[in-house]
Nanobody
Framework: EVRLVESGGGLVQPGGSLRLSCVASGFAFKFTTMSWVRQAPGKGLEWVSNIHSHGVDATYADSVAGRFTISRDNAKNTVYLQMDNLKPEDTAVYFC?????RGQGTQVTVSS
């Protein structure tokens, strides 16, 4: 059974940083492209970033490029999202994803 467990969300002021983590199990993580997606209040899912299985190639939505960094540790079956210079519009529930399968999500709130 595929299992994805996110953590690291919280309340942060604009300009602050957070690091999200997602621990994966139940599939061959080291061979799998992983993603982060988010859902803001009252809005649909928005893709944030992908990282290839080997961890070298990563892509980002224009809205987060230059501020967010995705990474992974295949030895720990974990994918990360480092979020810097956070803005109020980054407020959302953040999910890691394997294709269409998502975890339970972690809430990120950016507010002064």
């Amino acid at each position: 059974e595929v299992r994805l467990v996110e953590s690291g969300g919280g309340l942060v002021q604009p300009g602050g940083s957070l690091r999200l983590s997602c621990v994966a199990s139940g599939f061959a993580f080291k061979f799998t492209t992983m993603s982060w997606v988010r859902q803001a209040p009252g809005k649909g899912l928005e893709w944030v970033s992908n990282i290839h299985s080997h961890g070298v190639d990563a892509t980002y939505a224009d809205s987060v490029a230059g501020r967010f960094t995705i990474s992974r540790d295949n030895a720990k079956n974990t994918v990360y999202l480092q979020m810097d210079n956070l803005k109020p519009e980054d407020t959302a529930v953040y999910f890691c994803a394997k294709g269409s399968i998502r975890g339970q999500g972690t809430q990120v709130t950016v507010s002064s």
